[in-house]
């Protein structure tokens, strides 16, 4: 994350200053008490305080999300929040009503900043697991419910059978990534030194693995499951606790329709890893509120193990970008994030004789 502070007030960027007065809440007076941080999506957030408790103000990035599926996607959180899903956070209507602010041909928006650490693993306790396990499922179980707008619905729909669109984009990309794109890389790569050195090991192993993973989505590419809104990149960073409890949920920027498997794998793949007699209480917790069919359950493995393969990718990209390149920082996060990643890839490898 690139991180930029402010000595006071006055030195907060003009457009800031402006759409915080869209805001009852923010108008009367505020402070930024953490500076901007901007993600590899370009999305821009502050940590407002204001009389009124902690927000968090998002300036989405050019580009991004089209406006009518942030505005189902706020419709959804609310829809959530006023069946007691209290873990996300749900945008504030600005002083004239809508949720999202444009200025200066960007979308802003104001949301409460959630309670709570992202700190499973240095505290990875039965009872924290269950609670996150029990916190998805019941969100799940909302969400199942959720009746979109006809404009929404083309990504918050259901479907009580349909092929799993995580598995036709994960065939995709491996297939996009093909011989030439990889040796383009590796080119690219050889001249970064240590990040270069570990993404070009992911490489290689993603060339050995590809074709057994590719094999193992074909096999239920034609499969039918149950679709429903899902969050789609819940992971261990954004499940926020305080003690054993779950008091947020942050980010759901990614979610649209897909199986709860792709929640599921995602959050148990950051959580535990390879701790596999871990993932079955998990898994078992979970299906105390929101029970799981034996095929879903194979899913979130097969979600899990493409995950494991195609993570990795995005953070290659990212070394080739020149914007990490030129700051440091962002290099390190993202060393960082690799060198995690690739123990579960070699790991992978081993599983499947690629190493």
């Avoid at 991180?3 to 759409?19: A, K, Q, W, Y």
């Avoid at 915080?20 to 500076?35: A, M, Q």
């Avoid at 990889?182 to 693995?209: N, T, W």
């Avoid at 950051?270 to 929101?290: I, K, M, Q």
Wanted: net charge neutral; hydrophobic share 40%; with cysteine.
């Amino acid at each position: 994350m690139e991180t930029m502070g402010f000595r006071d007030p006055n030195e907060l960027p003009e457009e800031v200053r402006s759409v915080l007065s869209k805001w009852r809440e923010t108008s009367s007076g505020c402070e930024v008490v953490s500076p901007r941080t901007q993600g590899f999506s370009g999305a821009t957030i502050y940590r407002i305080a204001t009389a009124a408790g902690m927000f968090c103000l998002r300036k989405w990035p050019e580009g991004g999300l089209p406006q009518a599926r942030l505005r189902e996607l706020h419709r959804f959180l609310r829809f959530l929040a006023d069946r007691d899903i209290n873990e996300l956070a749900v945008p504030v209507p600005a002083a004239d009503g809508p949720t999202l602010v444009r200025l200066n041909g960007r979308l802003w928006q104001l949301e409460p900043w959630k309670p709570g650490e992202a700190d499973f693993k240095q505290n990875p306790s039965g009872a924290r697991l269950r609670n996150a396990m029990h916190a998805l499922a019941r969100l799940h179980v909302t969400a199942a419910e959720y009746e979109p707008t006809a404009q929404g619905a083309k990504w918050f729909f259901q479907s009580a059978a349909a092929p799993s669109p995580a598995v036709e984009s994960r065939l995709k990309m491996i297939q996009e990534w093909d011989s030439n794109r990889i040796r383009v890389a590796q080119a690219d790569l050889d001249r970064l030194h240590e990040a270069g050195a570990v993404a070009d090991e992911m490489l290689r192993v993603f060339v050995l693995c590809a074709p057994k993973i590719e094999a193992e989505l074909s096999s239920v590419r034609e499969s039918m499951f149950c679709l429903q809104p899902c969050l789609r990149d819940v992971w261990h960073d954004h499940v926020l606790f305080t003690g054993d409890e779950v008091t947020g949920l942050i980010d759901a920027s990614a979610a649209r329709s897909e199986n709860v498997a792709s929640d599921l794998s995602r959050l148990l793949g950051s959580l535990l890893e390879d701790d596999h007699p871990r993932w079955e209480l998990a898994l078992d917790a979970y299906s105390t509120v929101r029970p799981l069919s034996d095929r879903e359950r194979g899913l979130v493995r097969l979600l899990d193990r493409s995950g494991v393969l195609l993570s990795p990718l995005h953070w290659v990209e990212a070394c080739r970008s020149p914007h990490t390149q030129r700051n440091a920082g962002v290099m390190s996060h993202v060393i960082r994030r690799m060198n995690e990643l690739n123990a579960r890839l070699r790991s992978l490898a081993e599983s499947i004789g690629g190493i």
